[in-house]
């Protein structure tokens, strides 16, 4: 189970940053991934660390934002988002897949288990 929380309403140029808890399974066992999907878009990749935190990969919309990191005694993936542009409005998702190899993935459909989403909202 993940649960995703940390969204809000913020000016163009702020910072916002998203937790993901998982729960039920080993957590350092897991990739995991961000996702966002925006009112009548699809869902689009934002972010993946693999399950040590080793490998990191960005959209390109994110790159140099945006910033992936991992706790695993705390069974928790942050998403630090700065310089938040309006066009960042959406409902972000975590994600996760079982993967002790060190792979990370960009797919939505690599991943098994989803978070419920949390909404962030840039305003111009």
């Known amino acids: 189970q993940l649960q995703a929380s940390g969204g809000g309403l913020v000016q163009a140029g702020g910072s916002l940053r998203l937790s993901c808890v998982a729960s039920?399974?080993?957590?350092?066992?897991?990739?995991m991934g961000w996702f966002r999907q925006a009112p009548g878009k699809e869902r689009r990749f934002v972010s993946t660390?693999?399950?040590?935190?080793?490998?990191?990969y960005y959209g390109d919309s994110v790159k140099g934002r945006f910033t992936i990191s991992r706790d695993n005694a705390k069974n928790t993936v942050y998403l630090q988002m700065n310089s938040l542009k309006p066009e960042d409005t959406a409902v972000y998702y975590c994600?996760?897949?079982?993967?002790?190899?060190?792979?990370?993935?960009?797919?939505?459909?690599?991943?098994?288990?989803w978070g419920q989403g949390t909404q962030v909202t840039v305003s111009s």
């Open positions: 994600a996760a897949r079982v993967d002790k190899l060190g792979y990370i993935y960009f797919r939505d459909r690599s991943y098994a288990y």
């Open positions: 039920g399974r080993t957590f350092s066992s897991l990739v």
């Open positions: 660390i693999s399950w040590n935190g080793d490998s990191t």
